[in-house]
C-alpha cells in the first residue's frame, strides 16, 4: 500500500492533485497517479495558464477552434472544458467507488467574476450544464460577494468547491452558506445526499503574509512567531468544522441525507525552504478533510512523510499562538483579506497570461 492510499485508509484524509494538465491525461500520468492512492483533482486559472503556455498539447486543437471562428476566451474554456471531461472520466470510478465522497475535478470560473455575485452564479450554472458530471466541482471564491452566491449554488442543488478561504471569519460564513442551502434544498424536497461541497482554506500562504509583517515588527516575541500561523489557524478551522457539523442543527440535515463540507488544505508546498518541504501535510492530517497537493509535496511525502493524525492535536495552542499575533499586532482578519484580494489578483492576472499567449498565437496562425 502506498503512502497516499495509507493516508486515506489509516488517517482518513483524502490526497487529490493540485494539477492538471493534458500531457498527464495523454500519457496515462493522471491514471497511475490515481491508482497510487491521488483521489481527486484541483484546478485554477493559474494552473490551466501553465500547461497551455507551457507545452504544445493545445496547439493543434485552439488553431481548429480559431480557424472555425471561435473567439479567444471561448477558444480558451473549449481547451479547459476538454480537459476536465477527460479528468472528469479518470476519476469517476473513484467517484462511484467512494459512494461520492472523493472523485472529484474542480474548475473555477472565470476570476474577473470574483466580486459579481450575479456573474459568479451565471458562469457556475453554466459550467455544470455544460459539463453535466456527478463528479465535477464548480469553484467559487469565497469573497464576501461570492459567498451568497455559494448559498445560491447549493440551494439549487449543485456541487461546489469554496476557493480562497484565507480566514476563520471567512471560513464560518462559508459553513453558514452551506448549511443554509443545504436547508433551502430541504425545504423544497430536493435529494440532500447529491450535493456536495469542499471548503478550500489555503494554509502556506498565510505563513508567507504573516512571517513578512512579524519580520517588520522584529521583536523577538514577534519572531519567535514566525513559521506558526497558518497551522495555528487550520487547526481552530478544523475545530470549527467539526463543531458547526454536530448538533441538532446538522443532525436534521444529515438525517435527510446532507453529507459534511470537508475542509481542503490548499496552498500546501512549502514556500519558505527553512521550513520542512512536508509541513503542510504532515501537521494537517485528520479524518474528513482533503490535502491537494502539488507533485513535487507528494513526492516528499512519499519518500519522507509522517502518518499520524495531528489535525486535532495541540489545538490549545493554536489558540495560544492566534492570541500572541494579536499581542504584536498581526491581525489575522486583515491577513486574510490581504491575501484575499492577491489570490484574486493572481487568478485574474493568470487569466488574462493565457488569452494574450492565445492572442498572439492567432497572429501567427494569421501570418501563414
Not at 497517479?33 to 494552473?47: H, K, L, Q, S
Not at 479518470?90 to 470574483?114: H, Q
Not at 442551502?181 to 445526499?193: F, M
Request: net charge negative.
Amino acid at each position: 500500500m502506498t503512502p497516499l492510499e495509507r493516508l486515506y485508509t489509516e488517517c482518513g484524509q483524502s490526497p487529490w492533485l493540485d494539477n492538471l494538465t493534458r500531457g498527464y491525461l495523454r500519457d496515462g500520468t493522471l491514471a497511475r497517479m490515481v491508482a497510487d492512492g491521488i483521489r481527486g483533482v484541483t484546478a485554477n486559472p493559474t494552473i490551466f495558464t501553465k500547461a497551455i503556455v507551457g507545452s504544445t498539447d493545445y496547439g493543434e486543437q485552439f488553431a481548429e477552434l480559431t480557424a472555425a471562428g471561435w473567439s479567444l476566451e471561448d477558444a480558451y474554456w473549449q481547451l479547459v472544458v476538454d480537459d476536465m471531461t477527460a479528468a472528469l472520466a479518470v476519476l469517476r470510478p473513484t467517484f462511484d467507488a467512494s459512494g461520492g465522497t472523493d472523485g472529484f475535478v474542480s474548475i473555477e470560473v472565470a476570476p474577473d467574476l470574483a466580486h459579481d455575485a450575479q456573474a459568479t452564479l451565471v458562469a457556475a450554472r453554466a459550467l455544470h450544464k455544460r459539463i453535466a458530471a456527478p463528479n465535477l466541482f464548480v469553484k467559487i471564491p469565497a469573497t464576501a460577494e461570492g459567498v451568497p452566491a455559494i448559498r445560491t449554488m447549493i440551494a439549487e442543488g449543485r456541487s461546489v468547491n469554496i476557493t480562497l478561504i484565507f480566514s476563520l471569519a471567512r471560513y464560518e460564513q462559508v459553513i453558514e452558506a452551506y448549511l443554509s442551502g443545504l436547508e433551502a434544498v430541504a425545504a423544497r424536497g430536493g435529494d440532500l445526499a447529491r450535493v456536495r461541497s469542499v471548503a478550500s482554506f489555503f494554509v502556506s500562504r498565510v505563513d508567507t503574509e504573516v512571517d513578512r509583517r512579524l519580520d517588520a515588527v522584529g521583536t523577538p516575541e514577534a519572531l519567535a512567531l514566525r513559521g506558526r500561523a497558518a497551522i495555528a489557524q487550520a487547526k481552530l478551522a478544523y475545530r470549527l468544522f467539526r463543531e458547526r457539523f454536530a448538533g441538532e442543527r446538522w443532525q436534521r440535515l444529515a438525517a435527510l441525507g446532507a453529507r459534511p463540507q470537508r475542509p481542503l488544505w490548499a496552498s500546501t508546498s512549502t514556500k519558505n525552504p527553512a521550513y520542512p518541504d512536508t509541513r503542510y501535510v504532515d501537521d494537517l492530517i485528520g479524518p474528513d478533510t482533503v490535502n491537494t497537493l502539488p507533485e513535487v509535496t507528494i513526492a516528499a511525502f512519499t519518500d519522507h512523510g509522517t502518518l499520524a493524525r495531528t489535525i486535532d492535536s495541540e489545538v490549545d495552542d493554536a489558540a495560544e499562538v492566534m492570541r500572541r499575533l494579536a499581542t504584536v499586532g498581526v491581525d489575522m482578519d486583515d491577513v486574510g483579506s490581504a491575501l484575499e484580494e492577491q489570490g484574486v489578483a493572481g487568478f485574474r492576472a493568470s487569466y488574462q497570461q493565457v488569452l494574450a499567449a492565445l492572442a498572439a498565437k492567432t497572429d501567427q496562425l494569421s501570418r501563414r
